[in-house]
């Protein structure tokens, strides 16, 4: 479903993703932990592109969402004057190795070192475009795809319930308005919620907004739902009904990755848990393995500090 | 009595009269034209300063920045000066069009900045949730954001339309006849003789524009608050 490749992010000089790749397949639960400012935010922010990696790929399905990655792309390094110069010396000071194996030294050298340049040359650019042309999608085609929930909600405040469940479909002209208004109040009667249609946001709790803001991404009728810290803000009695709502969800098949600090959530519902640490993923595995058994000393350490 | 008697001295004289309907009407020219340049500039003037950095928008931007710090750096009335003695310096160029310009370009700073604010002011997870829906930047911008912009925006355009009539009165400088000159051209020896009165005329008319115009954009705004009952 999602294919993340080697992404890496700066920001100015900070490296808040340093080589994470995964992926998440069909169907699957995915909950990221890690401690604060160990970039899991920005990792799911990448999946759907809200943050632009500054290497690195990332594939929904059969479509890519980033830029070609060059480094990703052998065949393209092979096509680069870098290539070809560095290939020409190698050959000129140890003509008794094989082709192969100079190949991939030489690769590997390049990427270690970053040595391709912005511009190098017809054909390398040729293929880079080609990967373009072929696999690139429209990052607000792919958008509608992956629904996304924010700490903070983000329901729009100029519009009632209702519009906010209605606006991305009806801009989007994939519904007639009879048609989202009516999938739209089924959503809110799935919530309970059918009375507070004509609301303004500020009228309704913490939690009655995040259930709001979750049914308004499920209304695009997403194959994946990306969850950044949705319980975070929340009221500790709130708390409960968002996270049913996300059980209810998880029991329909629904792909989710899920940043959260709820554990209890995690046993209960991940197939997979990630523990990210300094912008890498240290340690992955099944609930039980992680939390059970953690291999990696900073896992442990990290649960240690929040049960 | 004195006061009362030239009161109706003036109004009561055709010429001053004549004079003070002048003056009035190059206040408001200059006044509404110099409005409309203004929030036009401003509104490019915004966008283009908002717009993502790119190669393409390296140049606008910057010369967007230096615009905006030239004009609010500077004083009005040299602003004006500069218009109409080095820029516009040609012989029989109408002065109407060298006012306008002039202050049209200085409002165009100061609403560029106050739409840039408005928009700042929106928090940035509006829009964040309107993109992660699949909306463009374009349809995010025009139905989550600037609806939510424009509260925080209209007051603040308001302000400055208020401060651009007043400062029109330094046309005088460069020899305009506006209200305030008419006021002062009244009150001269050859005429009334007298400032205290025309002076007080003049600054009621200002108040009622002022007044009047606060009460519109009072207005606007229930109208906009009334929108979304919150
Ligand atoms: N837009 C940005 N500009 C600069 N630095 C940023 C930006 N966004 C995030 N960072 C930095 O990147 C690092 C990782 O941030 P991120 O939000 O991904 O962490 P996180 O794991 O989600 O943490 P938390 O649990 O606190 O949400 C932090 O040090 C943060 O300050
Ligand atoms: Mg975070």
Redesign the interface.
């Known amino acids: 479903m999602i294919s993340v490749k080697n992404i890496y992010k700066d920001f100015g000089k900070l490296r808040v993703l340093d080589g994470v790749s995964c992926d998440i397949k069909d169907g699957e639960r995915v909950v990221i932990i890690g401690p604060s400012g160990s970039g899991k935010s920005t990792m799911l922010r990448c999946m759907?592109l809200?943050e632009e990696p500054t290497y690195g790929e990332v594939w929904i399905e059969n479509d890519l969402l980033t830029a070609p990655d060059p480094y990703l792309h052998f065949d393209v390094i092979r096509k680069s004057k870098t290539y070809s110069s560095l290939m020409k010396s190698a050959k000129a000071a140890a003509p008794g190795k094989s082709e192969e194996e100079l190949d991939t030294e030489i690769i590997a050298k390049i990427k270690k070192e970053d040595l391709l340049k912005r511009f190098e040359g017809g054909e390398y650019s040729k293929a880079l475009s080609e990967i373009n042309k072929e696999s690139r999608i429209d990052i607000?085609?792919?958008?509608?795809n992956?629904?996304?929930v924010?700490q903070?909600f983000?329901?729009?405040?100029?519009?009632t319930v209702l519009q906010n469940l209605t606006?991305?479909p009806l801009?989007?002209k994939l519904k007639t308005k009879e048609e989202a208004e009516k999938t739209a109040m089924e959503l809110l009667a799935r919530i309970g919620l059918e009375d507070k249609a004509n609301e303004?946001p500020?009228r309704l709790s913490g939690g009655q907004k995040q259930r709001v803001?979750i049914v308004?991404?499920l209304a695009?009728n997403p194959k994946v739902m990306l969850f950044d810290e949705p319980t975070s803000a929340l009221d500790p009695e709130m708390v409960g009904e968002v996270l049913e709502l996300m059980k209810d969800l998880a029991n329909e098949g629904m792909t989710m990755v899920v940043v959260t600090h709820e554990m209890g959530f995690a046993r209960e519902v991940a197939d997979r848990v990630i523990f990210m640490c300094e912008g890498k993923i240290a340690e992955e595995g099944t609930p039980d393995e992680i939390f059970s058994n953690p291999q990696n000393p900073r896992t442990k350490q990290f649960l240690d500090s929040i049960l | 009595m004195d006061f009362l008697s030239k009161i109706i001295e003036l109004f009561s004289t055709e010429k001053y009269m004549d004079s003070i309907w002048e003056g009035l009407k190059l206040t408001l020219t200059i006044s509404i034209l110099a409005a409309l340049l203004g929030l036009v500039l401003g509104v490019i003037v915004a966008l283009v300063g908002m717009a993502k950095d790119s190669w393409a928008m390296k140049l606008p931007k910057l010369l967007c920045k230096i615009y905006i710090t030239i004009i609010r750096g500077t004083p009005m009335a040299l602003q004006l000066f500069i218009m109409a003695y080095v820029i516009f310096a040609i012989r029989g160029f109408p002065l109407v069009i060298t006012a306008t310009i002039a202050f049209g370009v200085n409002s165009g700073a100061y609403v560029a900045e106050n739409i840039r604010a408005g928009i700042l002011s929106v928090d940035i997870g509006q829009t964040e949730a309107g993109r992660a829906l699949g909306l463009t930047g374009a349809t995010t911008m025009a139905k989550i954001v600037i609806p939510q912009a424009i509260k925080n925006v209209i007051p603040a355009i308001g302000n400055e339309l208020i401060a651009l009539i007043k400062e029109t009165s330094i046309v005088s400088m460069i020899g305009m006849y506006d209200l305030t000159m008419a006021a002062k051209i009244i009150g001269s020896g050859n005429n009334m003789a007298s400032y205290i009165v025309p002076m007080a005329v003049v600054a009621l008319f200002y108040l009622a524009i002022v007044y009047l115009l606060t009460f519109g954009i009072k207005l606007i705004e229930k109208r906009l608050r009334a929108g979304d009952k919150r």
């Open positions: 759907n809200l607000n085609l792919a958008r509608r992956m629904g996304m924010f903070h983000n329901l729009f405040n100029n519009m606006l991305a801009e989007l303004y500020s803001a308004r991404a695009m």
